[in-house]
């Protein structure tokens, strides 16, 4: 049974830095696309970034040059640098695979940035 856990949000200042974890509980986790996700207060949840098989990735536009997204295959990890940060980036972060997988949609993590 897969388990997806996220780790390392908190509350910031604009032009900081916070770097999520997301452990991967299962096997073949190396074969897998994995993504971030966001989710602000009445909005849907979007597509931060995500990482293929190959560790090739893709952003959105919004966070391209500040977030980067890296996987640990031994530690069966996913992780979100994220740079520079803004208050538009305040929401819940989640990871999943990609595309994303409803039953897989964990606590997720907050990330809170202040003017």
């Known amino acids: 049974q897969v388990q997806l856990v996220e780790s390392g949000g908190g509350l910031v200042q604009a032009g900081e830095s916070l770097r999520l974890s997301c452990a991967f509980s299962g096997s073949m986790f190396r074969i897998y696309a994995m993504g971030w996700y966001r989710q602000a207060p009445g909005k849907q949840h979007e597509l931060v970034a995500r990482?293929?098989?190959?560790?090739?990735?893709d952003y959105a536009d919004s966070v391209k040059g500040r977030f980067t997204i890296s996987r640990d295959n031994a530690k069966n990890t996913v992780y979100l640098q994220m740079n520079s940060l803004k208050p538009e980036d305040t929401a819940v972060y989640y990871c999943n695979f990609d595309p994303p997988v409803r039953a897989y949609w964990g606590q997720g993590t907050q990330v809170t940035v202040s003017a």
């Open positions: 990482i293929r098989s190959d560790s090739s990735t």
